[in-house]
């Protein structure tokens, strides 16, 4: 098993700036990828960015890219993502999300993760 812990969600006015954090504990030999994903209410839960720890690939929603950066620890047991020009749309709950094995077609998908946090709450007042 593999439990997830995110931290860093807050209130930001738009334009502004926050960095959420994610602690995976338990049986992370089998989490080489993993991710974030944000729903707002009444939306489906949609991917974010992902990092495969074996190769390094990195992959971000067009929505996010040259906004948000996602990064790990040396370990690969700390997940981060860095949210800048932050803006309304951006509200949401946000998830860190942990699998054995992603791609650029697969990650998207929340079905394709097998581990969730509890969630951190993001929201981006105009």
């Known amino acids: 098993q593999v439990q997830l812990q995110e931290s860093g969600g807050g209130s930001v006015q738009a334009g502004g700036s926050l960095r959420l954090s994610c602690v995976a504990s338990?049986?992370?030999?089998?989490?080489?990828?993993m991710g974030w994903f944000r729903q707002a209410p009444g939306k489906e839960r949609e991917g974010v960015g992902a990092?495969?720890?074996?190769?390094?690939?990195?992959y971000y929603d067009d929505s996010v890219k040259g906004r948000f950066t996602i990064s790990q620890d040396n370990a690969g047991n700390t997940l981060y993502l860095q949210m800048n020009s932050l803006n309304p749309e951006d509200t949401a709950m946000y998830y860190c999300?942990?699998?054995?094995?992603?791609?650029?077609?697969?990650?998207?998908?929340?079905?394709?993760?097998?581990?969730w946090g509890q969630g951190t709450q993001v929201t981006v007042s105009s």
């Open positions: 999300a942990a699998t054995d094995w992603c791609s650029e077609h697969s990650w998207p998908l929340p079905r394709n993760f097998g581990y």
């Open positions: 338990g049986d992370t030999y089998s989490t080489h990828c």
């Open positions: 990092i495969y720890a074996d190769d390094g690939s990195t």
